[in-house]
């Protein structure tokens, strides 16, 4: 054991881990910090494992370390085959589960390694067969397999290159080939321009992040400057002062009460786990007696529940009632601040989402997004116009129907109007006089062309004449109207620059109070993220020491039981004490060594005489089976001779 744990030491204290240890400081460390070192070496065999052991449960901890015990195919020493034993002991960070471990993760870590990465690509997931009737999947997990045996191949592959060097003939070959010494430069510049290549690559990869995560950064700060800006916008000092006392009130509520309320309740939760874990495994047999207690139990709540309505004590009531309002409050309260907590946490969701929907239309058409009463107008000009245009699309369908009959009765007319043509250029023809008509309507259509541009013409200047004197009277009645609105806008425009220097004097009082206010605001967000990250300190180190002080109380236990049971004079209660158990084992461990020395012993004497009575033995059965094979001979001739002899009668008879 003494060179195990020192094998373990001198390779901790190597490269990687350089943990600096010696055998002393290295036996007296406790359980979680033993469970931190195994994690260690598990996480540098497999980088997935690197996770602080006091930041997870217990079973997550030994579920994550038995499964990759069980890829790296470990199997626990002789005393620890019982897996709920060695489970339970690498729970609890036992040194005698621990170490047999270590030891032998720390003895072959390169082949370990190259195992955990092989393991990534080469456990097969068994698809259930119900799913493999579904031909999309059975081509997946065909594709998947095929893709695992390439992989097998390819890694097999690498690794006989790796593993095969040059031969002298080979390098010799090389030399022949004319400016060699050329191309071993040029081949040597390639190598390291590609090196380069991909180191560039990598490095303007990480550029690319950093660049993202820096945009990312800048739009956050952005929509939290615009939404300062939106709420600062209508804000007064006064408003901004009861605000801040709000969120304020809001906070100490949430520290002072119902975070240390969440905290008490994982305390206890986590207490009561860690009481259920300490516990051994249960049988069906001790379920039924804690179930009988629990009923027990009940039926006796149920009795005082009785007794107390029984006596019907007034005072007690009215106290009752009123513990029971301020409960009701009291869990209202919690009920708002956790909707208020909701509703923040809703509402930085929903920025972030307006925020990215902003960029995209920015990206998409370069527009900014309209906000608030600007929102509200184009809304309200939308539905205007909507309206607007329902209208005139609904006149302009009358319109297309009307049309189309028109359109139905002038074709009707021409038609009809091409008959009558028809029918009076064959009278003509018959009275001699053909195209008669046509020059008649030509005549008439002239002279009404001619009448119509002499009306217009007259009516065109009176039309002229009265719309100067309209528009000359207008503009006289308009100057006479005006007269007294400009004197108006004059007066109003003194008054305007008058309003509009007091507003630049108050804009300023109001920023320099906004600086102010703004420097006090970020002294008590500092405040506060000081005392936070304090709070975490100190209740990461609470569960650590309390975790300690439960290790400590579980060996002081233990001990002092074993003192308890070894100083007893009760011989039955002496009998329990774990050094008389060891020494008893020792003993019958002892007798049964002598018994078994006793055995082989004997065996030895007996062994030169029982070799030879069983090769007499051999040579018997070797001898019988030679008579029988001889005896098997004859009787097969004897029954040839006799079937001959009767095969000769048979033909002297014939």
Not at 529 to 558: A, D, F, P, T, W
């Amino acid at each position: 054991m003494s060179d195990q744990i020192k094998f373990i030491v001198d390779n901790l204290n190597k490269e990687p881990f350089r943990k600096n240890y010696n055998l002393i400081t290295f036996d007296s460390l406790e359980p979680m910090q033993l469970l931190q070192i195994l994690n260690d070496v598990l996480a540098e065999i497999d980088p997935k494992q690197v996770v602080d052991i006091r930041e997870e449960m217990p079973e997550q901890t030994a579920k994550r370390m038995l499964s990759l015990l069980g890829i790296l195919k470990y199997k626990p020493p002789g005393n620890a085959t019982d897996m709920s034993t060695f489970r339970q002991g690498l729970v609890i960070g036992s040194k005698p589960v621990i170490y047999p471990v270590l030891h032998w993760l720390l003895q072959r870590t390169n082949e370990l390694k190259k195992r955990a990465y092989l393991a990534r690509f080469l456990i097969k997931l068994e698809v259930p067969s119900e799913f493999l009737q579904d031909e999309t999947v059975a081509d997946t997990n065909k594709q998947y397999e095929d893709l695992m045996e390439a992989f097998k191949t390819l890694h097999k592959e690498c690794e006989q290159l790796k593993t095969s060097g040059f031969s002298t003939a080979e390098i010799r070959r090389v030399e022949t080939v004319q400016n060699h010494q050329r191309m071993l430069k040029i081949a040597r510049q390639l190598r390291v321009e590609k090196e380069r290549e991909e180191f560039l690559a990598q490095q303007k990869q990480e550029q690319k992040n950093q660049l993202f995560h820096a945009v990312q950064r800048l739009q956050r700060i952005q929509n939290q400057l615009k939404s300062m800006r939106y709420a600062a916008a209508d804000a007064k000092p006064e408003s901004l002062m009861k605000r801040l006392e709000e969120e304020i009130k809001f906070n100490s509520y949430m520290v002072t009460e119902k975070f240390p309320k969440e905290l008490e309740n994982k305390k206890k939760e986590l207490h009561f786990l860690q009481k259920v874990v300490s516990e051994p495994a249960m049988g069906h047999s001790d379920l039924l007696e804690l179930e009988s207690k629990i009923n027990e139990i009940n039926t006796q709540i149920n009795q005082l529940i009785e007794k107390k309505m029984m006596r019907n004590e007034p005072i007690e009531g009215k106290l009752s009632l009123y513990r029971q309002q301020a409960s009701i409050i009291s869990r209202k309260k919690e009920a708002k601040a956790e909707e208020l907590q909701e509703a923040k946490e809703k509402l930085a969701n929903l920025e972030r989402e307006v925020s990215v929907k902003t960029n995209q239309t920015r990206e998409f058409d370069g527009t900014e997004v309209l906000k608030g009463d600007e929102f509200k107008r184009y809304v309200s000009k939308l539905r205007s116009k909507s309206t607007v245009f329902k209208k005139k699309h609904q006149i302009i369908a009358e319109f297309k129907a009307e049309f189309g009959l028109l359109q139905r009765t002038e074709e009707l007319l021409k038609q009809r109007h091409e008959n009558i043509q028809h029918q009076l250029q064959t009278i003509e023809e018959k009275k001699g006089i053909s195209g008669y008509s046509y020059t008649q309507e030509e005549l008439e259509r002239v002279s009404a062309l001619k009448s119509e541009v002499d009306e217009m013409k007259g009516r065109t200047l009176d039309d002229m004449s009265e719309m100067v004197k309209k528009l000359n009277s207008l503009v006289s009645e308009k100057k006479s109207a005006l007269a007294p609105v400009i004197k108006e806008l004059r007066q109003l425009r003194q008054k305007c620059q008058e309003l509009t220097q007091e507003c630049d004097e108050k804009k300023s009082q109001y920023d320099s109070c906004a600086a102010g206010l703004e420097s006090n605001r970020s002294k008590l967000e500092q405040e506060v993220r000081g005392l936070r990250e304090e709070c975490l300190q100190e209740e990461s180190s609470y569960h650590y020491i309390n975790c300690m002080i439960k290790n400590l109380e579980v060996q002081l236990h233990r001990a002092t039981d074993e003192m308890k049971a070894y100083v007893s004079s009760d011989q039955q209660e002496k009998r329990k004490a774990i050094r008389e158990q060891y020494t008893k084992n020792i003993a019958e461990q002892e007798n049964l060594g002598k018994k078994l020395r006793e055995k082989q012993k004997a065996v030895r004497e007996s062994h030169g005489p029982n070799m030879k009575q069983a090769k007499m033995w051999r040579d018997f059965e070797q001898l019988m089976e030679c008579k029988k094979q001889c005896f098997l001979k004859q009787q097969s001739q004897t029954s040839i001779g006799q079937v001959i002899q009767e095969g000769g009668e048979d033909r002297l008879i014939l």
